[in-house]
Every structure is written in structure tokens, then in C-alpha cells.
């Protein structure tokens, strides 16, 4: 059983959950236009002062102050992967509000030429408040701006219309970049609520497959079973007619199992269900149990699922009982798959070649590789098909056997 | 052990309690003394209490489980868990709370007998399907395993027998039981916190009929 869809489905999920949402790309559109905006006036700023200022310390520091604090807001927003309120808090209090009283009382700055670069810092500060405040805060965050350069301005006795134009400036930095982180991060979110609804259809198309899957499975099993009893004149206590109920009870116990135990139905659980069924239909039974199982490449899936295939074969074939446990279970990212009988068994021979010692071994700790061989030298039909198989994939087998203890095959994936 | 062992089953499944009926008739160790459809039913019938009761995981009584398992150990009976299905977190969960075993209702006669036998001599009723649900419980309350344990449960269940389990291991298949029985005695260790003197006296009433 394949189901297209889902890959599609889990790949894209995995996109959406790791790589960054229409949102976080707003957020990051907002950070590199605030940037942007303050570069400018950092630039702005350096001009003046290595032309006009160089000769005094002041405006060096406070170049320098301005530098680091935004440096400060950019390190702050790269790892939160937005503007962090705080850093962008305290440049609006020191960059945008004090500095200006700091320019005219120790920078000599007495005329509306040479205090403008340290006031165009004020501008880009109100941006950026807007994009990381909420309204109540960046409105005290603006009248703190407008207020502290309404003084300064006054301080050095500006002109009225450049006074006017600086507020202007700096008020409406503020509601251009507010309208902006709006609009955007509601397209962000339109973005993400439509990518979210799309990953959803998609797995409901995928179960829906699995499910007219299993419909078409019970019609041709379990209820045909029935219906010819219900009807009369079949005797259900032959041998035969055991079997059959048997192992159509069997696939309706993976199937409650599978609901029950709340796991995504996954490609590589149905391929590995479609390998038992196979089996079943062949006469053997299989006890199969799944836990918490790795999402893997299809190809992966479908290498698993031939080699389980096989490895059951074999036990039909050779373990001399009708009976066989299939385990499948996610060990820290490993995906490892057993399958046991408690038939005759065989010795191994060659152990200890072709690397089987050291890593071969249970599922839980190293150690107990006791004549663990790769499939390879087991010499009963395993050879090609299992080893192979899962070396050609990136995995690993290994075959496990005693005279009279069974046979246990163990795949893994990655080796 | 001496003489038949006397076994009840609890199952609200009338053709189940018919089939083991006659499952049972054929087999001189086991005596099968009652058939319920709840615990109540069984534990108001007459006679003594069975040494062995097998009861339905998913009984619809309206009775918790763990109120079941209680009340049957406390008239002083054993008990198997028997299910369609496994539900791993409800075997669990019937471990933690006192039972002895756990079997899927397609299991054959010997294995069911074998099951009995193992109960009514105080020990452990090991399945594959019992050590899956334990190796791979993933519950808030469960206990730390050695790596041994660990090891010897995984293996057992994986479908090999005790003694490719134990061979595997490196250890004795004698051994390797013992660690599968502390595994269960430390999921009972840990379904009976005791936090008060009148829990601490039920426990050691509980106690006194291990």
C-alpha cells in the first residue's frame, strides 16, 4: 500500500514546523526595513561628524553609543528571530531621548546643523518602537520622543519649520512602520492558516485513501466470512474455516491496535501490515507489533517491508511452525524491526565475519552479540534478498540462530 | 503442584465463556469451577474462590479494572487478564494494579494451561505481548529498568523464547526469568505508593495474601 499524499504531507509538515512561517517573515521583513532606516541616519550621523565634529570627543561617543545600540536591537532580533522590546526600549530612552541633551550640554552642539544627526536618531528609534511595542507603549514611547526634541530643539533656538518637520518625521516613522508590521504579519498570517489548512487536507486525503484501503480489505476478509455463515450451509468448525476466522480476527486486532494506540498511521506501517497480510494468506500466523514508529522514506519503507516479506518466508518455509512475531519499533531516531519464530532454528556459522561481532546486538545495549552474523551467512535463502536489500538502503541485517531456540532477523535503519 | 487447580473466568462474552468451558473440559490439571459475566456475579456465587481468575481486560461492568483485580485478590484469588486486543496502556495499567498475567484470547489451550499453571504457583504468566507493553510504555509513572532488564524484556518481546532471550543475553534462561519477574514487581512497587497509615495497613493486609 502507498500512499502518495502522505509523503507529501510529512515533508511538507516538516517544512512548515522547521523553516520559518509567512509570519517570521514578516517579523524579519520589519527588522531589515528598521535596519535599513537606521543605517541611514548611522551614516547620516558618521558624515557629519567625521566633517564638522572630529575634533571633539563627544560626538564620537555618542556615535559610538548609537552604534552599539543598535548592534545591541540586531544581535537581540537575530536570535529571537524578531525586534525584542527591551533593547529596542532602551534605545528609544537613551539613543532617541537623551542623547540630544547629551550633544548640546557636553557636545557643544548649539545650533539646529549640529544637533540635526544626533535628532535623526530619535526617527528610526520611533520606527523600530513601532514595530516591536504595542500601541499603548509606543504612544509613550512617541510623546517621550517628540517631548525630549521639542526641548532640545528649543535648547538651540531652531527654526519653527524645522522643528515641525522633525516631529513630523518622527511621529510618522512611527505610523508608517506600525501599518506596515500590521499589514504584513497579517499577510503572514493568511499565509500560514492557508498552509496550515492545506497540510490538513492533505492528511485527511491520505486517511481517507488508507481507509477505503482497509474497507476494500474487510469486504473481501472479514465480511464475506460472515455473510457466508450468516447465510447457512457452511460448516464453520472445519479446520479451514478456523484458519480463516483466525487470521481475519488477527487482521481486525491490528487494526483496533493500530486506533487504539493513537499513532500516525504511517507508509511505513502499511507497507509493513501489507508484508503480514501476505503472509497470513499463506497460512502463517503473525503476531505483528508496532511502537511509536520513525517517519522514513518511502524507499526506505518499501525496503523494509520486501525484507520483512522474506525474513517471513523463511520462516513458512523453514522454521518448521506456523507461527511468527514481527516487532517494529523507533529507537532514538534508529528504526528497527524484528522477526522472531520459535521454530528449529539453526547453527550459525562464520560468526565473527564480516564485521558481525561488535555492532551487531539487541535493541537496548551492546554486549550481547553472541554469535550474531550478518544475514549473508546464514545459507538458508535470507542471503540476497534481506542483507542486500537493507545494505542497498543505508540499514543493516543481522541474523540471529541456535539450533532449536528460532530464528530472529533484525533489521535496522540507519545501519 | 499439588492437585487441580480451580479457575473462573470473568466475560460479559457468553460464546467466549462457552468455548473456554469446553476448552477446559478436556484438560485434567484445571477445574473450571465458575463462569461470570461480572465480578460481582462471580464473587456472590457459592464456594470457595477459585485459585485462578481470567478477567476480560475490557469488561463492560461499569467497574474500573483496578477495582476488579483488587477485589478478586482481596477474596484471595489470582488473576489472568484475557483480551481481544491489546491495548498496551490498559495492560499496563492492569499490572501496576495486581494482576498476574496477560493473554490475547487467541492464544492456544497449552498456552493458556501453561499461563494457569505459572499463576496458580504464585509466579508470573510471561507473554510477548505483556513484555511489548512494558518495554515500550512510555506512561509518566513507570519505573526505572537496569539495562538488563531492559534487554531481557525487549528480546522476550520480540517473540524469543526465555531461553534465546537468556542466550542472547549471556545469561541463564533461569536469570533471565527473574529479571522479567522484578520488571512486574516493580511495576506493583510502584502502583502502591504508600502515603498514608491507612493505606500502609491495607498494604500489609495485601501483603499477607502473596
Not at chain 1, 535599513?36 to 553609543?65: E, I, K, M, N
Not at chain 1, 457466508?228 to 464453520?236: E, L, N
Not at chain 1, 476466522?245 to 483496533?256: F, N, Q
Not at chain 1, 534508529?334 to 565475519?353: N, Q, Y
Request: aromatic share 6%; proline share 3%; charged share 25%.
Amino acid at each position: 500500500m502507498h500512499h502518495p499524499f502522505w509523503g507529501v504531507a510529512i515533508k511538507g509538515g516538516r517544512r512548515i514546523d522547521t523553516a520559518e512561517t509567512g509570519l517570521h517573515r514578516a517579523r524579519k521583513t520589519m527588522v531589515i526595513a528598521t535596519a535599513l532606516y537606521r543605517g541611514s541616519h548611522l551614516t547620516a550621523g558618521g558624515a557629519v561628524v567625521t566633517q564638522h565634529q572630529r575634533d571633539r570627543l563627544f560626538p564620537w561617543l555618542a556615535l559610538v553609543a548609537a552604534i552599539v545600540a543598535t548592534a545591541l536591537i540586531w544581535f537581540m532580533a537575530a536570535r529571537h528571530r524578531r525586534l525584542v522590546s527591551w533593547a529596542v526600549g532602551l534605545d528609544v530612552l537613551v539613543i532617541g531621548c537623551l542623547l540630544p541633551f547629551g550633544a548640546y550640554a557636553w557636545g557643544g552642539a548649539r545650533t539646529q546643523e549640529s544637533i540635526a544627526w544626533v535628532m535623526l536618531l530619535g526617527g528610526s528609534a520611533s520606527a523600530m518602537a513601532a514595530v516591536a511595542f504595542g500601541a499603548r507603549l509606543l504612544a509613550v514611547a512617541v510623546m517621550l520622543l517628540v517631548a525630549t526634541h521639542l526641548a532640545g530643539y528649543l535648547l538651540v533656538e531652531a527654526d519653527a519649520s524645522v522643528t515641525g518637520a522633525h516631529l513630523n518625521a518622527v511621529v510618522f516613522s512611527a505610523v508608517v512602520s506600525w501599518v506596515l508590521t500590521w499589514y504584513l504579519c497579517r499577510q503572514g498570517e493568511r499565509v500560514d492558516s492557508a498552509n496550515r489548512r492545506a497540510l490538513a487536507a492533505e492528511a485527511q486525503r491520505a486517511r481517507f485513501a488508507e481507509r477505503v484501503a482497509h474497507h476494500n480489505a474487510l469486504h473481501d476478509t472479514v465480511l464475506a466470512t460472515l455473510t457466508a455463515i450468516a447465510r447457512g450451509g457452511v460448516d464453520a468448525n472445519t479446520s479451514m474455516m478456523r484458519e480463516r476466522c483466525a487470521r481475519e480476527a488477527a487482521y481486525l486486532r491490528r487494526l483496533v491496535e493500530q486506533a487504539d494506540d493513537r499513532e500516525q498511521a504511517s507508509e511505513l506501517r502499511a507497507a509493513l501490515e501489507e508484508s503480514v497480510r501476505a503472509a497470513e494468506a499463506l497460512g502463517l500466523r503473525v503476531s505483528a507489533r508496532y511502537h511509536e514508529l520513525p517517519a522514513v522514506p518511502g524507499e526506505i519503507a518499501l525496503a523494509m517491508a520486501r525484507a520483512v516479506t522474506e525474513s517471513l518466508n523463511n520462516v513458512r518455509c523453514h522454521a518448521g511452525t506456523g507461527h511468527a512475531f514481527l516487532t517494529a519499533a523507533g529507537d532514538s531516531g534508529r528504526l528497527i524491526v524484528t522477526v522472531v519464530d520459535r521454530g528449529r532454528g539453526f547453527a550459525v556459522e562464520g560468526a565473527g565475519e564480516e564485521g558481525a561481532g561488535g555492532s551487531a546486538g539487541a535493541e537496548t545495549s551492546g554486549g550481547s552479540a553472541v554469535r550474531t552474523a550478518p544475514a549473508r551467512r546464514s545459507g538458508i535463502g535470507l542471503d540476497r534478498s534481506v542483507y542486500a536489500r537493507m545494505r542497498g538502503v543505508g540499514g543493516r541485517a543481522f541474523v540471529d540462530s541456535a539450533p532449536g531456540e528460532g530464528v530472529r532477523v533484525e533489521l535496522r535503519w540507519p545501519a | 503442584m499439588a492437585g487441580v487447580i480451580t479457575v473462573a473466568v470473568v466475560d460479559d462474552d457468553r460464546m467466549l465463556r462457552d468455548g473456554i468451558r469446553s476448552w477446559f473440559a478436556g484438560v485434567e490439571e484445571v477445574d473450571l469451577v465458575a463462569c461470570a459475566a461480572t465480578v460481582d456475579e462471580l464473587l456472590a456465587g457459592p464456594g470457595e474462590p477459585p485459585d485462578v481468575v481470567l478477567l476480560d481486560l475490557m469488561l463492560r461492568d461499569g467497574r474500573p479494572v483496578a477495582d476488579n483485580i483488587r477485589r478478586l485478590r482481596a477474596a484471595g484469588s489470582r488473576v489472568l487478564m484475557i483480551s481481544v486486543v491489546t491495548d498496551r496502556d490498559r495492560i499496563v495499567a492492569a499490572i501496576t494494579d495486581g494482576a498476574d498475567g496477560f493473554l490475547t484470547k487467541d492464544q492456544e489451550l497449552s498456552v493458556l494451561v501453561e499461563a494457569v499453571g505459572e499463576i496458580a504457583a504464585g509466579r508470573t504468566a510471561h507473554s510477548p505481548e505483556l513484555a511489548f507493553a512494558l518495554a515500550y510504555d512510555r506512561g509518566p509513572a513507570r519505573p526505572r529498568l537496569s539495562p538488563q532488564e531492559r534487554e531481557v524484556l525487549v528480546g522476550y518481546a520480540s517473540g524469543l523464547t526465555l531461553k534465546a532471550t537468556a542466550r542472547r543475553a549471556g545469561i541463564t534462561a533461569n536469570t533471565a526469568k527473574y529479571y522479567l519477574d522484578r520488571v512486574k514487581a516493580k511495576y506493583q512497587e510502584a502502583g502502591r505508593p504508600t502515603y498514608t497509615k491507612i493505606d500502609l495497613a491495607s498494604r500489609v493486609r495485601e501483603d499477607g495474601w502473596r
